[in-house]
């Protein structure tokens, strides 16, 4: 090796350099013996042939070769490292050896490992710079993202395919099935579907679209950015769905088969838009959303949609008839002037025409004022609403299969995602609840009563008159049978059977009678009511409230409740009030044991919240709510099935193409005990002697045993009779309705009659029909009543007592005469007299006011039966409106939670 790089040979002997390095040998100075006199690769500055001599133990060993190596390492490694061997007390070797702490201040480290891809956190920062990424990983990471981001969408755009207009307008039969799975009818809208070209639909009909929709259609791209971004958060966040708000992203929406609200549905329909908007031309895209949307009544497409509405074809529309199109866009639900208050109420006939009008003139404005219109034409497309004209049946909806399948549509819609555009476009296999003979022998009494008791060719008031009736299985909730009306053929397109709006009358005591039993008056102290309890049943009584003042007209004068008649009974039994009919009774009945819990009973029976009146006035105890007759029979059914309810339903299955609908909820027809059973079973003993004794011994014809009770309102505006066997519960309803206006009017002089009760016609039907539904089953009776409840007497009576009276027996007369037994009484009672044992539910005081003119009520109630043949007193008219508002019923709500 060089000797260049060794220091020469020190002189022997002492010298002042000499005294300074000491003694030689083992000593533990600074610098116990030159570089590489070791002989180890460590002792060399880094490479073995720097040198071969050997040193002792306390020599100094140096691992850099060195000062500018030492400073890389350090720049590398921070300090000097540590030598991997040096000798003990040296000046960077630690007593410990190579990993011993040691005296210098350098400090020992490891070798730094391999380098990583992503340094993060950082390796080499100390504190919270470890934690802030390099500007490289920044960097690096957006461009990643952003790469990513423009890959997908070019994947996406190119897998998407633009949509086609006569795809979408493929339509097939929805399949109704009768309950025993044969077929009753195929009806779709496969003839209502017929695409047309562009130059076929009148410009009036592409501007007010456009006006109405999409001002900007001609210069956007056809997708809008934030409709999309507020869309897509609304669906993370679990909120309401939102369509697109461009007509492209629209003609793109109506072209999907599957409208599952999901991101993936979202982000291809979004692809799909800007595909669209980059192929096709605007004209392209305008005739494709005319001939995709849905405008209501089974149309799909501006053609059917001007067929449908006007009889006329698509090119022949008037500018006006087209603003009233372009409004159906916003939802026909809403904006149809014939109404779908079946499918929701807020959707009645008056309400849509006002909708309707005011969409119709605020288009046309927008296209007159986007200069689409001219000064002259749209004076004349303003001058008048082009009112459309009415619906017709569609092919095998006649008689009453049209109302079968209205009822059952609605309760698919009410229990499914399925929306009425998806339901029209077919594929639907429904399997409902009816059972065809019971539905023909329905519809058969009703029409065999008609023939026999109506002529409305010679008598007025036998026009107009409508029958309503349904029947249920108790314990069950299935419909087996409804009758609807006339038929859509006729014209009649309300389904009499589902809809609220004609007062049940007096067939609303028994649940008077059952929240009496359950929750008891004031004066019993919350222990249920008898049905032997005595109550005043004389006619034109006050009516008093719990602190013992009585309820006022809105001029103050003290509010009488009517009987239909004026015959004096004097204090009788609930019994015998329910089965007369008598009103007084069960008014102050009402009263004292609080409207609230009369309520409450009604809805744990099965009546809906929304049928029922909203004033708790006192004539709400003899039937101002207005329920459907689905919900009569089937809270007439929790009676027969000893309070057991089940919801009414009218479908069990449905099916898409074959394979169960994933959406639709499928009844759980398991009952749920809603009255006490005993309780139900003392109205149902009671509703006994009605038709044995009462106003409903027309119904003893059936021959077998059956419970009911009659129902009429004011001025004969509705007769019902709802009545059941253990097997079977139907109520029938009867009324006249103004065909213009819907009001219901008075059947006084109808069927050549003084006056129509629930007793006479609706009972005939009622019997006719549970004649033939029963024919061949066995009678099994009712549960006995055991005793219940406090009987209250006319011990608690007030004065003056009226004279003695003769009760009726405790139980059915062996041969009940057709009119009620002779009494003695007193003379007819003053007006200081009431029919009370008081009252005291804080909710009845209606703000002191009980009759028509004040917040006490509209109607006098039921007054059927009664014992009396005057004419009833004059009183104010009933609540009743004959509306055709939706009332589920195993239709649209179908449940409580409808």
Not at 220 to 248: E, F, K, W, Y
Not at 290 to 305: C, D, K, P, V
Not at 590 to 607: F, L, S
């Amino acid at each position: 090796m060089s000797e260049h790089r060794r220091k020469p040979p020190q002189p022997q002997g002492g010298g002042r350099a000499a005294a300074r390095r000491g003694p030689s040998g083992s000593s533990s100075g600074r610098r116990a013996a030159p570089r590489g006199a070791t002989g180890s690769p460590a002792d060399s500055y880094g490479s073995p042939s720097y040198g071969s001599e050997a040193t002792g133990p306390g020599d100094e060993e140096r691992p850099y070769g060195s000062r500018a190596e030492a400073r890389r390492a350090a720049q590398k490694g921070g300090r000097r490292r540590a030598a991997d061997n040096t000798a003990p007390g040296g000046r960077r070797g630690g007593p410990g050896g190579p990993t011993g702490p040691g005296r210098g201040r350098g400090r020992a480290t490891t070798a730094p490992g391999k380098k990583r891809f992503i340094d993060y956190p950082r390796a080499y920062k100390d504190g919270w710079r470890r934690w802030v990424p390099s500007w490289k990983l920044v960097s690096g990471l957006f461009i990643g993202l952003v790469g990513s981001l423009v890959v997908m969408v070019g994947v996406g755009y190119a897998m998407v395919s633009i949509p086609n207009e006569n795809d979408a307008a493929k339509s097939q039969n929805n399949v109704y099935y009768w309950a025993d799975g044969t077929q009753m009818v195929a009806t779709g809208t496969g003839i209502n579907r017929q695409n047309v070209t562009i130059d076929k639909i009148p410009e009036a009909m592409q501007w007010a679209v456009i006006s109405a929709e999409n001002k900007s259609f001609y210069q956007d791209s056809g997708v809008d950015p934030m409709g999309i971004a507020r869309a897509l958060a609304n669906m993370a966040r679990g909120g309401q769905t939102q369509g697109g708000s461009t007509i492209t992203q629209q003609f793109v929406k109506n072209t999907y088969l599957s409208q599952d609200q999901t991101l993936t549905r979202k982000f291809k329909e979004m692809f799909i838009s800007i595909k669209v908007g980059t192929k096709l031309d605007k004209k392209q895209i305008l005739q494709g959303y005319l001939n995709t949307s849905y405008y209501g009544r089974g149309a799909y497409g501006i053609q059917a949609a001007a067929q449908t509405y006007y009889g006329v074809d698509a090119v022949d529309l008037k500018p006006s008839q087209c603003a009233f199109l372009a409004a159906l866009l916003k939802g026909p639900t809403y904006y149809d002037p014939a109404g779908n208050a079946d499918l929701d109420p807020s959707a009645d006939a008056k309400s849509n025409q006002k909708r309707s009008q005011e969409r119709w003139s605020w288009i046309l404005g927008e296209m007159h004022k986007d200069k689409h219109l001219s000064d002259a034409d749209y004076q004349k497309a303003i001058k008048a609403y082009p009112k459309p004209q009415g619906r017709k049946a569609t092919k095998g909806m006649t008689g009453q299969i049209s109302y079968l399948a209205d009822t059952a549509k609605k309760y698919v819609l009410a229990h499914s995602d399925i929306t009425e555009a998806q339901f029209d476009k077919g594929g639907y296999q429904i399997y409902t609840t009816f059972q065809k003979d019971k539905v023909n022998e329905l519809s058969k009494a009703v029409k065999n009563v008609q023939k026999e008791r109506l002529d409305p060719k010679h008598r007025d008031r036998d026009k107009y008159v409508q029958f309503g009736a349904a029947s249920v299985k108790p314990a069950n909730g299935a419909i087996v049978a409804l009758y609807g009306g006339d038929g859509y053929e006729n014209g009649h397109f309300t389904n009499n059977a589902d809809t609220s709006g004609v007062p049940v009358g007096s067939t609303w005591k028994p649940f008077v009678l059952a929240a009496a039993m359950q929750y008891g008056t004031y004066k019993s102290e919350g222990e249920g009511v008898s049905p032997l309890s005595k109550y005043n049943g004389n006619d034109h009584l006050k009516v008093y409230k719990p602190d013992g003042s009585y309820y006022l007209n809105k001029d103050n004068t003290p509010f009488y409740q009517n009987n239909e008649g004026p015959k004096p009974w004097g204090y009788i039994t609930l019994r015998k009030a329910m089965e007369q009919s008598v009103n007084t009774p069960f008014v102050q009945l009402g009263v004292d044991v609080g409207m609230t819990h009369v309520r409450d009973v009604a809805k744990a029976a099965g009546i809906l919240d929304q049928s029922m009146s909203q004033n708790l006035n006192p004539s709400f105890a003899i039937g101002t709510s207005t329920p459907s007759a689905i919900r009569m029979a089937d809270a007439y059914a929790t009676f027969a099935a000893s309070g057991k309810q089940v919801d009414p339903y009218s479908v069990t299955a449905v099916k898409i193409n074959g394979v169960d609908a994933p959406s639709f909820v499928k009844p759980k027809p398991a009952p749920e005990q809603a009255l006490d059973a005993n309780i139900a079973n003392n109205v149902t003993d009671v509703l006994e002697n009605v038709i044995q004794n009462g106003t409903g011994q027309k119904a003893r014809a059936l021959g077998r045993t059956a419970a009911g009770k009659t129902g009429t309102t004011d001025e004969n505006k509705s007769a019902w009779f709802v009545g059941y066997t253990r097997q079977l519960s139907t109520s029938v309803t009867m009324f006249r309705e103004n065909p213009k206006d819907h009001k219901l009017l008075s059947m006084n002089g109808t069927a050549g009659v003084d006056s129509i009760h629930g007793g006479d016609i609706p009972t005939l039907v009622w019997t006719e029909y549970m004649k033939a539904a029963l024919k061949g089953s066995n009678d099994l009776g009712f549960p006995p009543a055991t005793e219940i409840g406090k009987i209250q007497d006319e011990a608690g009576a007030p004065s003056p007592t009226p004279s003695v009276t003769i009760t009726p027996s405790q139980t059915p007369s062996d041969t009940p005469s057709p009119t009620p037994s002779k009494t003695t009484t007193s003379p007819s009672p003053s007006p200081s007299q009431s029919c009370q044992f008081g009252g005291w539910d804080p909710n009845c005081n209606g703000n002191g006011n009980g009759n028509g003119n004040g917040t006490g009520g509209t109607d006098t109630g039921g007054v059927d039966g009664g014992g009396g043949t005057s004419p009833s007193p004059t009183v104010t008219d009933t609540s009743g409106t004959g509306s055709t508002r939706g009332n589920g019923n195993g239709g649209f709500f179908g449940g409580q939670t409808g």
